[in-house]
T-cell receptor, first 109, second 115 residues
Framework: GQNIDQPTEMTATEGAIVQINCTYQTSGFNGLFWYQQHAGEAPTFLSYNVLDGLEEKGRFSSFLSRSKGYSYLLLKELQMKDSASYLCAEKDSNYQLIWGAGTKLIIKP | DTGVSQDPRHKITKRGQNVTFRCDPISEHNRLYWYRQTLGQGPEFLTYFQNEAQLEKSRLLSDRFSAERPKGSFSTLEIQRTEQGDSAMYLC?????????????FGSGTRLTVV
């Protein structure tokens, strides 16, 4: 996706912690979403950040720095079911979502 | 409400045929979006509706693509004279205008294979 950058693939170990980074263009920014997508399935909502700081939801947390155009998704206590693609999406000034290409997360036992 | 429904789940068609996909959004959602997604990529925006009005269609991939939402409820996406490059997952999503803090709710998608 244009303007959104995230790593293509990451590998982590079951039980560990992984951080998936996302950078975006700051002009017209109205919020940052993270979605999870398992292979062959639709994306499902994980988190939304519009203010700077960390939002925690159980094992998943999302961080935003508006001045840096940067966000990350932090996954703790990784489980095998967390193997999926993680999509970063920016809500622009027209309230449309601009999507990154996704980060494929591979969890190894 | 059972969420966003898309039909069919899978469609195999011969090149040159026309195909039509249907999306039923969450009933109280007034915005409906169509996306295309290919393997290893994020969703690619095609068009969206607010109620029955199509507010953005410039991103439709070519004039072979058209979408309707005649009564502001369900929507259809039609691809005429399909090409092999049209093979992809077509996703529909819905939201409530002015309340997108929870993003969009996606349907399960229609996977199109053009042979």
């Amino acid at each position: 996706g244009q303007n959104i950058d995230q790593p293509t693939e990451m590998t982590a170990t079951e039980g560990a912690i992984v951080q998936i980074n996302c950078t975006y263009q700051t002009s017209g920014f109205n919020g940052l979403f993270w979605y999870q997508q398992h292979a062959g399935e639709a994306p499902t909502f994980l988190s939304y950040n519009v203010l700077d700081g960390l939002e925690e939801k159980g094992r998943f947390s999302s961080f935003l720095s508006r001045s840096k155009g940067y966000s990350y998704l932090l996954l703790k206590e990784l489980q095998m079911k967390d193997s999926a693609s993680y999509l970063c999406a920016e809500k622009d000034s027209n309230y449309q979502l601009i999507w990154g290409a996704g980060t494929k997360l591979i969890i190894k036992p | 409400d059972t969420g966003v429904s898309q039909d069919p789940r899978h469609k195999i068609t011969k090149r040159g045929q026309n195909v039509t996909f249907r999306c039923d959004p969450i009933s109280e959602h007034n915005r409906l979006y169509w996306y295309r997604q290919t393997l290893g990529q994020g969703p690619e925006f095609l068009t969206y509706f607010q109620n029955e009005a199509q507010l953005e269609k410039s991103r439709l991939l070519s004039d072979r693509f058209s979408a309707e939402r005649p009564k502001g409820s369900f929507s259809t996406l039609e691809i005429q004279r399909t090409e092999q490059g049209d093979s992809a997952m077509y996703l529909c999503a819905s939201s409530l205008a002015g309340d997108t803090d929870y993003g969009y709710t996606f349907g399960s998608g229609t996977r199109l294979t053009v042979v």
